[in-house]
C-alpha cells in the first residue's frame, strides 16, 4: 500500500497580525509542497479563534497562486452556511486559479454554535447538508440546474463555469456510518480522526461501504476506483526528545483551548471533547506524535498498520508552536521521517 501525506490546518489565531499568519502559514504550504506533499487542506470555523480564515475559499486563493503543485482546498465547506449557487460558483473559480488542483471537502459542521451563528438550527442542518452535497454535485456536472428540493430550488440556472477537472475529487469528514454510506455513495474520500482504534473501525467501514456502493448511480463513473482513506494527526519533530515533549504540550493545550472556548462561554456540553481534553490522553490515543524523527516515523509506521490508512493529513502548525519550530519541525519530517514511512 502506498501511503500518501497532507497537510491539514484549522488555521487558528496567534498573539501576532492575521496578515503575518497568513503569511507564514503560506511558507508552510510552500514547504509542504517542495517537500512533496500531496494535499493542503484547510478547515472552516466560525466566531472562535480556533479558526482564522471563516472563509477558506479567500485564502486558498491567495495559496493558488503562491504554490503550482500541492493539491488545496477545505475541509470543510460548511454547506448549511452556504448559497450553494454562489457556492458552485466559488468552487469553479479556485479550480481554475489553481489549474485544476481543487479537492472540496463538504460537510455539516460539528460545531451547533457556530451554525446556529448563521440562523441555521442545528436539526435542520443535516437536511441542508444532505440536500446541498446533491445540489453542488448537480451543478458541477451541468450546463443548466434545475433543482427542487426541501430547502434549495433553481430553475434552469445557467451554470456558465464549469471546473478543470470532471469529476471534481470530494472529501468527507463523517464519523457516522450513516455519514460515510453517504460519501462513499458519491465516490468521496475521506479523513478520520480520533483514536487509533476509532480510525480502524471508521476505515473498515468506509471501505466496506464503498464496495457496497461501487454502482450506485449517484457515484461519477470516471471518479477514483479506491478512495483515499485518511487519519488527521497533529505533529511535531525534534531530536531533544524533552524540548519536544515541552513545546508539543505547550501549543496542544493553547490549541485545545481555541477548540473549547465556545463550547464553554454558552455552558454548552461537549462531551466528544473530552477524551481529548488533556495533552498526555491525546498523545495516548495516537491523535499528537512528537519526539525524533524515529520515534515519529515508528509511531505513524505503526498507525498506518492499525488502521489501514493511506492517507495521513498531518497538522505541523498548531497553537502557539511559533512559525520557526513549524517549519523546522516540517522540514525534518520530510528529510527524516517521509523516506522512512514510504519504505516501509
Given at each position: 500500500?502506498?501511503?500518501?501525506?497532507?497537510?491539514?490546518?484549522?488555521?487558528?489565531?496567534?498573539?501576532?497580525?492575521?496578515?503575518?499568519?497568513?503569511?507564514?502559514r503560506i511558507k508552510v504550504a510552500q514547504a509542504a509542497e517542495t517537500?512533496?506533499?500531496?494535499?493542503?487542506?484547510?478547515?472552516?470555523?466560525?466566531?472562535?479563534?480556533?479558526?482564522?480564515?471563516?472563509?477558506?475559499?479567500?485564502?486558498?486563493?491567495?495559496?493558488?497562486?503562491?504554490?503550482?503543485?500541492?493539491?488545496?482546498?477545505?475541509?470543510?465547506?460548511?454547506?448549511?452556511?452556504?448559497?450553494?449557487?454562489?457556492?458552485?460558483?466559488?468552487?469553479?473559480?479556485?479550480?481554475?486559479?489553481?489549474?485544476?488542483?481543487?479537492?472540496?471537502?463538504?460537510?455539516?459542521?460539528?460545531?451547533?454554535?457556530?451554525?446556529?451563528?448563521?440562523?441555521?438550527?442545528?436539526?435542520?442542518?443535516?437536511?441542508?447538508?444532505?440536500?446541498?452535497?446533491?445540489?453542488?454535485?448537480?451543478?458541477?456536472?451541468?450546463?443548466?440546474?434545475?433543482?427542487?428540493?426541501?430547502?434549495?430550488?433553481?430553475?434552469?440556472?445557467?451554470?456558465?463555469?464549469?471546473?478543470?477537472?470532471?469529476?471534481?475529487?470530494?472529501?468527507?469528514?463523517?464519523?457516522?456510518?450513516?455519514?460515510?454510506?453517504?460519501?462513499?455513495?458519491?465516490?468521496?474520500?475521506?479523513?478520520?480522526?480520533?483514536?487509533?482504534?476509532?480510525?480502524?473501525?471508521?476505515?473498515?467501514?468506509?471501505?466496506?461501504?464503498?464496495?457496497?456502493?461501487?454502482?450506485?448511480?449517484?457515484?461519477?463513473?470516471?471518479?477514483?476506483?479506491?478512495?483515499?482513506?485518511?487519519?488527521?494527526?497533529?505533529?511535531?519533530?525534534?531530536?531533544?526528545?524533552?524540548?519536544?515533549?515541552?513545546?508539543?504540550?505547550?501549543?496542544?493545550?493553547?490549541?485545545?483551548?481555541?477548540?473549547?472556548?465556545?463550547?464553554?462561554?454558552?455552558?454548552?456540553?461537549?462531551?466528544?471533547?473530552?477524551?481529548?481534553?488533556?495533552?498526555?490522553?491525546?498523545?495516548?490515543?495516537?491523535?499528537?506524535?512528537?519526539?525524533?524523527?524515529?520515534?515519529?516515523?515508528?509511531?505513524?509506521?505503526?498507525?498506518?498498520?492499525?488502521?489501514?490508512?493511506?492517507?495521513?493529513?498531518?497538522?505541523?502548525?498548531?497553537?502557539?508552536?511559533?512559525?520557526?519550530?513549524?517549519?523546522?519541525?516540517?522540514?525534518?519530517?520530510?528529510?527524516?521521517?517521509?523516506?522512512?514511512?514510504?519504505?516501509?
Amino acid at each position: 500500500m502506498t501511503i500518501e501525506f497532507g497537510i491539514f490546518d484549522h488555521l487558528d489565531m496567534r498573539t501576532e497580525s492575521l496578515n503575518k499568519t497568513y503569511a507564514e502559514r503560506i511558507k508552510v504550504a510552500q514547504a509542504a509542497e517542495t517537500a512533496g506533499f500531496r494535499g493542503y487542506h484547510l478547515a472552516e470555523h466560525h466566531g472562535t479563534p480556533l479558526g482564522a480564515a471563516p472563509s477558506p475559499g479567500i485564502f486558498l486563493a491567495a495559496l493558488a497562486q503562491a504554490t503550482s503543485r500541492i493539491r488545496i482546498g477545505p475541509l470543510v465547506y460548511l454547506v448549511p452556511l452556504y448559497i450553494p449557487l454562489r457556492l458552485i460558483e466559488e468552487i469553479c473559480m479556485l479550480d481554475h486559479l489553481s489549474n485544476g488542483r481543487l479537492e472540496v471537502g463538504l460537510g455539516r459542521g460539528v460545531s451547533p454554535i457556530e451554525v446556529s451563528f448563521f440562523g441555521v438550527e442545528p436539526d435542520s442542518a443535516v437536511e441542508m447538508f444532505i440536500e446541498g452535497v446533491d445540489l453542488i454535485i448537480r451543478g458541477l456536472n451541468c450546463s443548466k440546474l434545475t433543482f427542487k428540493g426541501k430547502h434549495y430550488r433553481y430553475e434552469d440556472v445557467p451554470m456558465v463555469l464549469q471546473t478543470v477537472q470532471s469529476p471534481l475529487p470530494l472529501w468527507s469528514a463523517s464519523m457516522s456510518p450513516g455519514g460515510q454510506a453517504e460519501a462513499a455513495k458519491r465516490g468521496m474520500h475521506t479523513i478520520s480522526l480520533g483514536s487509533t482504534d476509532l480510525i480502524r473501525q471508521t476505515s473498515e467501514n468506509y471501505r466496506a461501504e464503498w464496495r457496497a456502493s461501487r454502482d450506485n448511480p449517484l457515484r461519477p463513473a470516471s471518479g477514483p476506483n479506491e478512495p483515499f482513506v485518511g487519519a488527521w494527526r497533529m505533529l511535531y519533530v525534534n531530536e531533544d526528545e524533552r524540548k519536544a515533549e515541552a513545546v508539543a504540550h505547550q501549543a496542544y493545550d493553547d490549541w485545545f483551548a481555541k477548540l473549547h472556548k465556545l463550547w464553554v462561554e454558552n455552558n454548552v456540553a461537549a462531551p466528544h471533547l473530552g477524551p481529548i481534553s488533556k495533552f498526555e490522553t491525546a498523545e495516548e490515543i495516537g491523535m499528537i506524535v512528537h519526539g525524533g524523527a524515529d520515534r515519529v516515523a515508528d509511531a505513524l509506521a505503526r498507525q498506518v498498520e492499525i488502521t489501514g490508512v493511506n492517507y495521513l493529513a498531518l497538522q505541523p502548525a498548531f497553537g502557539d508552536i511559533g512559525h520557526d519550530e513549524e517549519m523546522r519541525s516540517l522540514e525534518r519530517f520530510a528529510a527524516k521521517v517521509m523516506p522512512q514511512l514510504k519504505a516501509a
